[in-house]
């Protein structure tokens, strides 16, 4: 009896090993926003770190998270660090690319609380005199990943945050603009 027990029970996990094994081999979540900005107003609050302080969902998780800068201020080669809670962790992003004011593509590494190397890139179209504005973030899963994902769907659990962070760029680029029109007195 106990021998085919513990053979049902390894069944059972070989069956789920393979299940685990087959899921797809990447992720990717993105979520959109139009901002009454022009693109380059827009671009500028992706493509200098020390900007998404601002506007960044995860800034506002953990405020006293320590933070670095490296490599130039802006562009291709600018590097942010952090090291927070546990709802932050630690890691860094790096500019891998950035075509004003159409795209910016990062390097994404988390460290804790578990390591993974992804891709966030941000995309901006200008519509008239507003900025259609894409958010996404893309890379491969192993197999421990994979598992993860079984369990919890990257697509809630990050999109979310992005919708948030759209919404606060949206914000703070549509007063700046607002505030670039507005009549200076002499």
């Not at 085919?4 to 069956?15: E, R």
């Not at 962790?89 to 390097?107: A, D, H, N, Q």
């Amino acid at each position: 009896m106990l021998k085919k027990v513990l053979i049902a029970i390894a069944a059972i996990i070989v069956i789920f090993l393979i299940i685990v094994a087959c899921q797809p081999g990447d992720f990717r979540v993105q979520r959109s926003a139009t901002i009454n900005a022009p693109a380059d107003v827009v671009f500028a609050q992706v493509n200098d770190f020390h900007k998404w302080e601002a506007w960044s969902p995860w800034a506002k998780m953990d405020p006293a998270a320590k933070n670095t800068f490296d490599g130039p201020v802006s562009g291709t080669g600018a590097m942010f660090g952090w090291k927070g809670n546990d709802k932050v962790g630690e890691g860094r992003m790096t500019i891998l690319e950035s075509t004003p004011p159409s795209l910016v593509r990062i390097k994404l590494e988390f460290i804790e609380p578990f390591p993974a190397t992804d891709t966030s890139e941000f995309t901006f179209k200008p519509e008239g005199d507003k900025t259609a504005v894409t958010w996404a973030m893309f890379g491969p899963k192993n197999f421990m990943s994979k598992m993860f994902c079984m369990f919890m769907d990257m697509d809630k659990m990050v999109g979310g945050d992005f919708e948030k962070g759209l919404a606060q760029m949206k914000e703070i680029a549509e007063a700046e603009t607002a505030k670039g029109k507005a009549p200076t007195s002499k």
